[in-house]
C-alpha cells in the first residue's frame, strides 16, 4: 500500500522513506535518546524486536532495563506500566495484539482512566499502550480485532489512530508526552507502509485531524487502514467526477470535531468509514456528532456509515475481505451519497 | 528467614524421573504398572506424533494447512500425559495440544480442518471430551476448574486436565484457576509444559521462582516437576495426580521439555533467541531415542516395528488430508446455520439470499 497520494503534512527538509513500523521504532528511540524517563515494556520485545519487528535492535541500544521483555501477563504489564507512571517514569507498553486489551481491561478503564480524578488531581498516568490491531493478515478471531470503540468509550483514555508513517511518528511523540493514558492503535496491514518522514523528532498534537485529500462534493471520514481505501476510492471517483475530500481524525479522543464540521458544511455529504464492526462501532459517534452540530443544516443526503459485519473475523482469506468495507463499497456509498439513491 | 524459606520449598521439587537419557531406569521402584502392549503403543503413539509432526510442517509450507504449532520434543510430555487419562476425562488443550486430542477421538482430518479454520474442524465429535485448542494464553486454566467442578458435581469419576507453556503459568488466570479449583476441591490437572521459552522469553526470565512446580504451594495444591522428555515419568506422575485429583487433590504438573521448532509456524526463526549448542543439547534428552532404547533392550521394538508406524502414519496422514481436501469447502449459507439453532427472520432471508447465490 503506496501512501504516495497522502498530502504529509510536514514540509521538513531531511526526510526519507521508511515504513510506518520504522517511523513507530524511530520516534520511540528518539525519545528514549531524550528522556531517561521513557522505557518500554512488553512480550518478546527484547532480541525477537516484538511480534511485527517494531522493537528490532531497541534492546541493543539501551539494553534490558529500559526494553523490558515481560512474562505473559497482560495484566501485569498494564498495571505495572500505571504504577511506574504514577512515580514520573513514562512507559510505552507494546500490548503484542489489540485483541489481549480485553486481559488488561481493568488496570485501563478502572485505574489508568480513573487515577488522577479520584486522586483528586493528585497523580498523572503518563504511560502509552501500543498495540496492534486490525484485519487483512490472516491472524483469525482473536487476533484481527478493531475494538478502540472501547477505550475511546472511557472518559480520561486517549485514543490514537494512525494512518501514515509520518503521522506515526508525530503522534506518537506527543503521546509519550501527553500527561494521560493514551493508547495508541497501529494497525498491522499499515506497518510496511512507506512514505517520506522527517529525521528529526516533531510533534503532531492529539486531537487535530488532517485533511488527505481536498473535495468539494463528498466528505469521507475514514480511519488507520480505511484512510488508503478511501484515497484509492477518491480518485476512481474523480474519474467519474465526483470530488471527494477525505478527512483521517487521527485521533479519536479527543476528536477534532470543527475539521469534519467544516468539510461537512462545504460538502453536503459525509461517509463515516472504519475497519471497525459497525453495530457500536466510533463511527455512530462522529456520525451523531455530525448530526447534532451546525453542518446539519447542511446535509444533502443521510450521513452514510461504512463498518465490518457483526461477525468474528473469518480465518478463511476471502470471507476475512469480505467482512469489512472494500474500496469498491466506499466509492458505491459516495455514489448513493451523490445521487441520493 | 524468607530466604529459608524459598530454599526449604523449592528443595521439594526436584525432577521426578524414570528413564534417563540413556534409557536406564534410574527409579526403579516408580515404574508404572504398563504390560509390554502398552508399552509399545506409547512408542507407536510417539513415533507417529513425530512424523505428523514433520509432515504438518512441510504442509503447512506448502500452503496445505493453515495455523500449526510444532510439537516435536514435547510427544512425551503430551503422550505420556494423556495415556494415564480415562477416555472420559476431559481435555482443555492450548494451540500446541493437537496430538493429546487426537489421541482422545478428534479425527485427524478434524484436526486439519481446524488448522485450516475450516467450521468443521470444531465440530467435535458426541463422545469426545475436549475443548477446542485455545488460543488465548491462560484462558483455558479458569475453564478447567469449572469443568472439574461440573464433573464433581454431577459425581463423575473423571477429572478435567488442561495443558499450557511456561508462559501461561504468568498469567493471573494461572493461578486464579488452581486457586479455584483447590478451594472446592475439584478433580483438576493442571500440566505447564516448560518448554524453555514463551514464543522468544526464557523461563529463567519469566519468574524468579527456580520451578513452576512450586507455584502450586500458593494455591495449596499438589505440584510436581517432572522429566517432561521421559515418557514413562510423565505417564506415573500423571496416573498419579488423577487418582489425587478424583479425591478432591488437584495437581501442577511441570513438565520439563523443550520444542524443537518454531513457536509456530507464522514466521518464528528460533535462531534469534536460542543458540545451536542449547539445541543439541536437548536433542541429546529426547523422549523417543531413549525409550527406544528401554524398549529395544527388552526385545519390544526394532526397526522393522519402527517402520511399520512410519508407514501407517505417513497412510493415515495422506487419508486425513484427502478427507479434508474432499470435505465440502464452507459456504457464506453454512456460517449462518451452523450460528443458530432457530434462525432470525433477517437471517433467514440472507440464508435464502446465499443458497440462491450458491446453487448457480
Redesign the interface.
Known sequence: MQSSAVNSSNNKETTRSITFAEAVREALSQEMREDQDVFILG??I????GAFGVTRGMIEEFGPERVR????????ITGAAIGSALTGMKPVVELQFSD?IT?AMDQLVNQAAKLRYMYGGKGNVPMVLRTPSGSGT?A?A??SQSLEAWVAHVPGLKVVQPSTASDAKGLLKAAIADPNPVIFYEHKLLYKTQEHVPEEAYTIPLGEADVKREGTDVTIVATAVMVHKALEAAEKLAEEGIDVEVIDPRTLVPLDEKTIVDSVKKTGRVIVVHEAVKRGGYGGEIASMIAESEAFDYLDAPVRRLGALP?PV???PA?EKAMVPQMDDIMQAARDSVHRR | MATKTIEQVESHFEMFQILNENGEVVNKDAMPDLSDEQLQEIMHRMVYTRIWDQRAISLNRQGRLGFYAPVAGQEASMIGSHYALEKEDWILPGYRDVPQVVWHGLPLYQAFLYSRGHFHGGQIPEGVNILPPQIIIGAQIVQAAGVALGLKRRHKDNVAITYTGDGGASQGDFYEGMNFAGAYEAPAIFVVQNNQFAISVPVEEQSAAKTIAQKAVAAGIHGVQVDGMDILAMYSVTETARKNALNGEPTLIESVCYRYGPHTMAGDDPTRYRTEELDNEWEKKDPLIRFRKFLEDKDLWNEEKENEVVDQAKADIKEAIKQADDTPKQKASDLIEIMYEKLPQNLQEQLEEYREKESK
Open positions: 512480550e518478546d527484547g532480541v525477537y524486536g521483555n515481560t512474562p505473559i501477563s497482560e495484566a501485569a489481549f486481559i490472516g483469525a482473536q487476533h461477525i473469518p480465518y478463511n470471507l
